[in-house]
């Protein structure tokens, strides 16, 4: 078995799909050794992984041996395909398809070119912003300069916050509404892209479930988009007022 297919079961399910998932897509293949249909499906879905060549990791969970794995998934037909992106499920499917379905189904579960350009692109920005914000944080808080100084650098900490894709966080904070680090890495994501209002709303309510929640990250995240939009902004008002009741109630 190559390294893009991997037998996975319920011990390490967490770990090699939901957790692998965040830095590479994840297709499962729900399957057993007595399922006909399986045995069709299996070899095309790992010729496939074999072609994309590390493009999407392919897990193979036999479920006469995960029965915790098959039930949290409500597994009740085999084969079932499911794929995931940043640990949420993005696409799924049951049954033998034909080769040509497979493919429609992983070219909704993998990034596509405009992703991929999108998070080289945010890579190399990091990279500048890494050389930048020392810079700007050695400028004197009382020159000239220091207002812009420290508009820049909360830009800088908002990209630098940004990560996973705003469809799947969305997802996850709908269908658990208590996961407040999707709900913190939504709200950095949408200030990152100048969402602003959902991203203030976003992250006062990380604020109020939890006000030290990853080290205050969702209440230090607010004050940087209040230095961005500046002190006069509606936003920073209405905000401003909204998260100090949060924090003193």
Same mark, same amino acid.
């Given at each position: ?113 405009a992703d991929r ?5 945010? $890579? ?32 800088i900490r908002m990209? $630098? ?13 709908t269908a658990a ?23 203030? $709303? ?14 205050? $990250? ?32």
């Amino acid at each position: 078995m190559s390294s893009s297919v991997v037998d996975v079961g319920d011990r390490d399910f967490e770990r090699e799909v939901l957790e692998r998932s965040r830095a590479v897509p994840v297709v499962v293949d729900f399957w057993a050794p007595w399922c006909g249909p399986c045995r069709t499906l299996g070899p095309v879905l790992e010729q496939l992984a074999r072609e994309h060549a590390g493009a999407f990791v392919l897990a193979k969970v036999n479920v006469d041996e995960a029965p915790a794995v098959s039930q949290a998934f409500r597994i009740q037909s085999i084969p079932a395909v499911k794929g995931f992106r940043d640990g949420t499920l993005v696409a799924e499917f049951v049954g033998a398809q034909p080769e040509a379905a497979v493919r429609r189904f992983l070219d909704a579960v993998l990034p596509t070119a405009a992703d991929r350009l999108a998070r080289d692109g945010e $890579a190399c920005a990091a990279g500048r912003d890494a050389e930048a914000l020392p810079l700007l944080e050695r400028i004197s808080p009382t020159g000239p300069a220091a207002r812009e100084a420290e508009r820049l650098a909360a830009e800088i900490r908002m990209r $630098a916050g940004a990560t996973g894709d705003e469809a799947p966080l969305r997802a996850r904070v709908t269908a658990a509404g208590t996961d407040l680090d999707a709900r913190l890495q939504l709200g950095r994501l949408l200030a990152a892209r100048q969402k602003y209002e959902d991203a203030l $709303a976003a992250l006062l309510e990380v604020v109020r479930r939890d006000p030290r929640f990853a080290d205050d $990250a969702a209440r230090k995240a607010m004050l940087d988009v209040f230095e961005v939009l500046g002190p006069e902004h509606p936003l920073t008002t209405q905000y401003r007022s909204e998260l100090a009741r949060a924090l003193f109630r």
